[in-house]
């Protein structure tokens, strides 16, 4: 909760945050080999990771998000699966830490936790244009 007070400086700082939230992230499988996909996909991820840890359960859900609200296609079913494993879990902990920054009078925290879990819902960076969330319009 400490690094999350701190105001993100950026839209990759606001993903990160949204990993480092969801903790039960060390349930995210990484299965045998799959640390070739998380290779692969972190080449079309926009913002880039430590390729040491390619084989962290941490990693892979920072991917996992980034993939999300970047729209990037997942190179096998079971990063679909996981994908909504990892966002499933993460709704309920930023609700309370949204609750919980509020109580406190945490603004800065509260209007950043709101963001992540804004990017949650409608799949899309924070950053990005209004009109993403429109199913017909391509941009």
């Given at each position: 909760f400490q690094m999350i007070r701190r105001p993100p400086r950026s839209t990759q700082s606001r993903s990160s945050a949204a990993s480092d939230v969801y903790k039960r992230q060390d349930e995210v499988p990484v299965r045998h080999n799959e640390d070739h996909l998380n290779e692969s996909l972190a080449k079309i991820c926009p913002y880039k990771v430590n390729m040491q840890t390619l084989d962290s359960p941490h990693t892979k859900t920072l991917l996992l998000f980034q993939a999300y609200f970047s729209?990037?296609?997942?190179p096998i079913r079971d990063f679909v699966t996981d994908t909504k494993l990892t966002l499933d879990g993460?709704?309920?902990?930023?609700?309370s830490l949204i609750d919980l920054s509020a109580e406190r009078g945490f603004l800065s925290t509260t209007i950043n936790l709101m963001h992540i879990?804004?990017?949650i819902m409608q799949g899309v960076w924070v950053s990005e244009s209004a009109l993403y969330n429109l199913s017909l319009i391509h941009i």
């Open positions: 729209g990037l296609p997942l993460c709704v309920r902990i930023v609700q879990m804004q990017m």
